[in-house]
Each structure stands twice: as C-alpha cells, then as structure tokens.
C-alpha cells in the first residue's frame, strides 16, 4: 500500500536550493539542488518525520487533496508534486516473528523484563528501537 503526500515546492536557481514543504505533516520539510532531487529528499524528510511522531506515540495526519493545498495562497506561484511513501511505515499491527536467542540471554531478558513491567516483546521492541534512534 502506498500513501501520497502532496509536496509544495519553492522553486530555486543556480544559487539557491529548491525547498520542499509539505503540508500536510507540520514542520515537515526538506530542499534539493534540483527538483529532481528536491522531491526524492522529500520522500526521506516524510519517511523521517512519520517514524518520529509514531515512536513518540503521537499521530499521523492523513495526506489531503493537492486541489485544496493547491487553493492555499501561503503557497502562491510554488510548485507541486506528490510523492509516494511506503504506508508499512503507518501500520503499527503486531507481527509475529520467529526468532533464535540463547537460552541464557533469553533468561536475563524475561528477568529484566518481568522486573519492570514489560513483556517479553515489548522489551525487545523497546530495545531495539531504543539501538536505532539512538545509535
């Protein structure tokens, strides 16, 4: 499944970077040395700013129409695409996933877990989230 994010795109020149908005995700936005290169780099800074607000448990506005955004005169004389992003990155459904951990380590896991209110899955979604944001 794919979503689709209207962009609006200030145009550049040969000194100043084309700069992308989108709309619809505040205070999301993103820029190119080309337009080419200005829409790709959106599809990251939209992918980037979704991950952000789910991990800090907020919520994800639904892309709107680009005929409404295009009415908009904050955004007069720009220009306009829509780029698609993966919508996996939306969907937070649990999956089941078969994995292999040493009894040992499995142990201290549970243990830890266990002595801080969590699951098992939990702790492991937490962790491994925790080793990606933060390095």
């Known amino acids: 499944m794919k979503i689709k994010y209207p962009i609006a795109i200030e145009a ?8 992308v908005v989108v709309p619809d995700l505040p205070g999301c936005f993103s820029a190119g040395d080309s337009i080419d290169e200005a829409v790709e780099n959106s599809k990251e800074a939209i992918s980037l700013w979704i991950e952000v607000v789910l991990d800090d448990g ?5 892309p709107g129409l680009l005929a409404d955004h ?35 380590v499995l142990s201290r896991i549970d243990h830890y877990a266990s002595a801080h209110g969590e699951t098992r899955s939990g702790f492991l979604v937490n962790a491994a989230l925790e080793r990606i944001v933060h390095g």
């Open 70 to 104: 295009i009415k908009n005169p904050e955004f007069s004389g720009w220009l306009w695409a829509v780029v698609e992003i993966d919508g996996v990155l939306l969907d937070n459904h649990s999956e089941r996933v078969n994995i292999s951990v040493p009894r040992r």
């Open 58 to 62: 907020g919520t994800v506005p639904a």
């Open 12 to 19: 550049g020149d040969a000194t100043t970077a084309f700069g």
